[in-house]
């Protein structure tokens, strides 16, 4: 119920780490409290003061808007979004615009994160009605909830014009506003009728190589990326593109992938000072971000810049990993074990102030180092940002500037020690970006891939820890009655996880396994599968839905890879692997016929099919099992990892296994490894030189530069 308490604004906004009983005691100081007050999740908290009468998304209120019918009003956005910020401050904290909204409209808040079914679903009505969408997202629904508005930003005068117009609409001539919502609904609807399809003949080495050629045409060949204005890292296409470029000999997309990588860890969109990565680039050099951190894009960059030392042994690409590991540990830890969803992009009102700096700041901090840093990040007349700031970033490498400036690369890292020290103890002066708490299943799911990889690419047991650190947050926090839960937060409701909380954490612990060797991991795998084929299945396409059973406007299906892969190739690649594990001849050929199904988008964009691009690989290229089985498996294991070994399934057993890689091959006197392909396994060896020896050239590199020639 929305309260009118009648003072004024004395207290700090709260942060989003307040307790239920701080909260109460805030009610008392703020002017106007709704119903969000009882909510968790900061970006609700964030409007939890706002004079509009907003409440959480329950049935309860589209119940009430069917009672009194209303239109219901749902805006969609997060914490850490800088135009949900702006819309609030000019907007939703306006009297007038909130008596306008609460005498005709049900208002409904939304956190993305925490709802992203309800968010793909009105994203892709504003994607029919408008070609595009963002956040905030703003639609109005009839009370039945389908779209008659759909739209994203508005100024307080624009969304006044759209609130009276889609009103007046509503009272005067109901019959047509209903005709439309029902198109709009109709429409969404329609994109998530997929025909199945397990036409196998049509995965060819050539239908993927057709698809990649089709891309092509859209990198940026001077910046790396694609040819865009903003632009957006994409670790899953990149990732793909790596392996591609392997396993085809194909030079360009290596060069492609490695110039993306190079670039983007020079640019701004990089935290040279910090560590981790920004959202996005507002621009096409990778040189001012949108400032947010989001965990999702941090796990995936850690997975993807180890993988890539891996391949490409560039020290550049080991310090990213590290520099992300450790602003990740620093800055958004929770002390239980989790990790926090996001970092805002805005302080006090201004986006990017904790991270950008004038001129006079950095002289003042760095003294006489100051010309030899200006030079290196581009602190310089033509390169300033907006109102005398810089955002640091780098037009040369490393071996250029120290070659132009005679110094060791040594003598360079020492110089850069030293300034991230300086800047970094700067830095604690200012006021830190708020932090959005929630510990999102699905994302912590990445990280624990993330530090997978960085654990085999560097050999350091914490990361292998943390990682499991992770997993066990979640089982104990998320894992309720076998029951995944999407996200946790202390005094949260339960919300039921989605299928990429269940398919992604599925693909941790198969990757966990991998690496412990520990079978618990792969049981749990198995479980969260059996749970998705039982409670996600959709009979019609053969893909599986994105939530379990509530009824939104329609069903939906999410097979589009972006900043995080779709569920449905996760859980496609899930399959695939635990077929490969088990010799399960059905599974096997339900992640093919998945494949089938969404070839023909694949082939049309395949920008936005990377993931599904990689099973691709792994079935028209030949995927092996490398089980290595014996006393010391661990060992042979841990150095095998250190290469990037494309389309193969690495294993270890160190006891007696009933899994169909190990089954009857056990031998305490010596540890033998078997590489295999399609059930039939080449003789053992007993080195892991040697059995890298028995894969095709293309699947194994040394130090793997651009030319293909110079491999083993």
């Not at 006044?160 to 889609?166: A, G």
């Not at 990445?446 to 990889?453: A, F, H, S, T």
């Not at 050929?589 to 990689?614: D, I, R």
Request: net charge negative.
């Amino acid at each position: 119920m929305f309260r009118a308490l009648g003072l004024g604004f004395t207290m700090l906004l709260f942060f989003s780490t307040c307790k239920k009983n701080d909260k109460k005691q805030m009610d008392i100081d703020h002017k106007y409290t709704n119903a969000l007050i009882d909510e968790t999740s900061p970006y609700l908290l964030q409007h939890a003061h706002n004079p509009v009468d907003w409440r959480p998304w329950s049935q309860e209120a589209l119940d009430e808007a069917k009672k009194e019918n209303k239109l219901v009003l749902v805006s969609i956005g997060y914490s850490s979004c800088h135009w949900c910020h702006v819309m609030e401050e000019e907007t939703f904290e306006n009297d007038t615009i909130a008596e306008l909204m609460n005498e005709n409209f049900i208002n409904i808040k939304v956190d993305r994160e925490e709802r992203p079914d309800v968010d793909q679903i009105y994203m892709t009505a504003v994607q029919l009605m408008q070609g595009d969408g963002g956040w905030p997202l703003n639609v109005i629904t009839l009370p039945n909830g389908k779209p008659l508005y759909g739209g994203t930003y508005h100024t307080k005068e624009q969304w006044q014009k759209v609130l009276t117009k889609i009103s007046k609409l509503y009272n005067e001539n109901p019959i047509k506003a209903e005709e439309y919502s029902d198109m709009v609904a109709k429409g969404i609807q329609e994109v998530n009728i997929i025909q199945p399809s397990a036409d196998f003949e049509r995965l060819t080495k050539d239908a993927l190589a057709q698809s990649v050629e089709t891309w092509k045409s859209s990198w940026d060949t001077t910046w790396g990326g694609d040819k865009r204005n903003e632009k957006f890292m994409l670790p899953v296409n990149l990732d793909f593109l790596l392996d591609y470029a392997l396993l085809s000999r194909d030079e360009a997309v290596l060069a492609h992938v490695e110039l993306t990588l190079d670039k983007m860890v020079m640019g701004g969109v990089y935290d040279h000072i910090g560590g981790g990565f920004f959202r996005y680039s507002t621009d096409p050099e990778w040189k001012v971000p949108h400032f947010e951190k989001m965990l999702y894009d941090n796990a995936q960059l850690i997975y993807l810049y180890a993988k890539a030392y891996k391949t490409f042994k560039k020290e550049t690409y080991k310090e990213v990993v590290l520099g992300t590991i450790a602003f990740l540990e620093r800055e958004m830890k929770n002390p239980e074990g989790g990790y926090f969803a996001a970092l805002d992009a805005d302080i006090e009102g201004e986006e990017g102030k904790y991270y950008v700096w004038t001129k006079d700041e950095l002289k003042s901090v760095l003294g006489g180092d100051f010309p030899l840093f200006a030079s290196y990040y581009t602190i310089a007349k033509d390169a300033v940002w907006e109102d005398g700031k810089y955002v640091l970033h780098k037009l040369n490498n490393d071996t250029s500037f120290t070659s132009e400036h005679h110094i060791t690369l040594n003598e360079l890292r020492s110089k850069q020690k030293i300034w991230r020290e300086k800047l970094g103890n700067a830095k604690q002066k200012r006021v830190r970006p708020r932090t959005d708490d929630k510990i999102i299943t699905s994302w912590n799911a990445l990280l624990i891939k993330g530090y997978v990889e960085a654990y085999t690419a560097l050999g350091n047991e914490t990361y292998l820890n943390n990682a499991l650190s992770i997993l066990t947050f979640i089982e104990s926090k998320s894992y309720v009655n076998e029951k995944l839960g999407h996200s946790h937060k202390k005094d949260s409701k339960f919300i039921n996880g989605f299928l990429e909380d269940y398919s992604f954490l599925a693909d941790a612990c198969i990757t966990l396994y991998s690496v412990s060797m520990n079978e618990k991991h792969l049981e749990f795998a198995k479980k969260l599968t059996q749970t998705i084929a039982k409670n996600f299945t959709d009979e019609a396409s053969g893909l599986y839905t994105y939530n379990e059973g509530e009824e939104l406007i329609s069903k939906l299906i999410k097979t589009d890879d972006g900043v995080i892969p779709s569920p449905n190739s996760v859980m496609a690649k899930n399959l695939f692997k635990l077929g490969h594990i088990n010799y399960d001849m059905h599974q096997i050929k339900k992640a093919k016929t998945m494949l089938s199904t969404v070839l023909p988008n694949l082939q049309e964009n395949p920008y936005a099919y990377a993931n599904w691009n990689s099973l691709f690989l792994n079935t028209t290229y030949p995927y092996y099992e490398v089980a290595i089985v014996g006393n010391e498996a661990a060992s042979k294991l841990k150095e095998l990892g250190r290469n990037n070994i494309p389309n193969t399934l690495k294993v270890g057993s160190t006891k007696e296994s009933d899994l169909p890689l190990f089954q009857d091959r056990y031998d305490e006197s010596d540890t033998y490894i078997y590489v295999c392909r399609d059930n039939t396994c080449k003789l053992p060896v007993t080195d892991v030189k040697e059995a890298m020896g028995l894969l095709p050239k293309s699947y194994v590199q040394k130090n793997v530069p651009l030319h293909f020639d110079t491999m083993n």
